[in-house]
């Protein structure tokens, strides 16, 4: 029996919101940057540029979520942990009364697809619903094929969201260094 390649399910409106968010986040850190180059450090910019920073991680974050189909794990990355489930441990997939897509494991364990949670948006467009029936289908075509014996729960990776985070975090330090050095007006 031939399977399908690994297969992502994301909305759309995450791939569009990410884009928008982190060119708008990015020029306009950009142009306070270039400011700072030209008229020299200060800690106020320096805050702004690490909250475009801090802005640029948590849309990532939310946006990244996402399900992929692979060939032997079904794999769930939500903001901060990913799941990795082995189809043949997978007892259910369903939208609850709420629109939420939740994923229950033959342990009883219910975990919830942040990237198809309900919304008002989705009540109408029904991509929840849709993604559910891609996930069955994709189960019933995989769920023979061996795989890890385990379900695995981790951090998820966003490299752009915590390079981002890494970031702010030296920019807001460098901030503060530089704002206590400043002479008292």
Not at 25 to 31: E, H, I, L, N
Not at 55 to 70: E, K, P, W
Not at 94 to 105: F, K, M, P, Q, V
Not at 143 to 165: E, K, N, P
Request: with cysteine.
């Amino acid at each position: 029996m031939k399977t399908q390649g690994r297969k992502v399910l994301r909305r759309k409106s995450f791939r569009a919101m990410s884009a928008i968010c982190t060119t708008g986040f990015g020029v306009f850190a950009a142009g306070i940057a270039v400011s700072i180059v030209v008229r020299g450090p200060d800690s106020d910019a320096l805050g702004v540029v690490a909250v475009c920073l801090g802005g640029i991680a948590f849309i990532r974050r939310i946006t990244g979520s996402r399900i992929v189909l692979g060939e032997k794990v079904l794999t769930v990355v939500n903001p901060v942990f990913t799941h990795d489930i082995p189809y043949r441990y997978v007892a259910r997939v369903a939208a609850d009364s709420g629109g939420n897509l939740i994923i229950t494991t033959s342990q009883a364990v219910e975990i919830g697809a942040f990237g198809f949670g309900g919304s008002l948006v989705d009540h109408f467009v029904g991509s929840t619903d849709r993604t559910v029936s891609q996930i069955k289908a994709g189960i019933s075509e995989r769920r023979d094929l061996r795989g890890d014996s385990r379900t695995v729960r981790r951090f998820t990776r966003a490299w752009v969201a915590d390079g981002c985070t890494v970031g702010m975090l030296v920019l807001f330090a460098l901030a503060g260094v530089i704002g206590d050095w400043a002479p008292a007006v």
